[in-house]
């Protein structure tokens, strides 16, 4: 059973960094897409970042609204995958859940329980 630990949320000021984490269990993850998305209040959850696998190796993907301030990161000797936001702004106020996708014939989306992160002006 694959579970997806976060970690690192938490209320810093705008302009400030914070590094989230999170820990994987239950399958190898070493040939899966893991990363982060996120749900503003009243918003829908959106895109964030993802480090994707092919047999080329992987690739890194963001969203335009947080690209050159996170920087998302995967250790796969802990089965993790970390994102690190700078120069936070309010706007990236939201719960941040980490992500893990299986593709194949029939794709798989496994999610973790998510983590507040608030960023005051």
């Known amino acids: 059973q694959v579970q997806l630990v976060e970690s690192g949320g938490g209320l810093v000021q705008a302009g400030g960094s914070l590094r989230l984490s999170c820990a994987a269990s239950?399958?190898?993850?070493?040939?899966?897409?893991m990363g982060w998305y996120r749900q503003a209040p009243g918003k829908e959850r959106e895109f964030v970042a993802m480090?994707?696998?092919?047999?080329?190796?992987?690739?890194?993907d963001y969203a335009d609204s947080v690209k050159d301030r996170f920087t998302i990161s995967r250790d796969n000797a802990r089965n993790a995958v970390y994102l690190e936001m700078n120069s936070l702004k309010p706007e990236d106020t939201a719960i941040y859940y980490c992500?893990?996708?299986?593709?194949?014939?029939?794709?798989?989306?496994?999610w973790g329980q998510g983590t507040q992160v608030t960023v005051s002006s």
């Open positions: 480090t994707r696998w092919s047999w080329r190796g992987y690739n890194s």
């Open positions: 239950g399958r190898t993850f070493t040939n899966v897409d």
């Open positions: 992500n893990v996708h299986v593709a194949g014939p029939v794709p798989v989306d496994y």
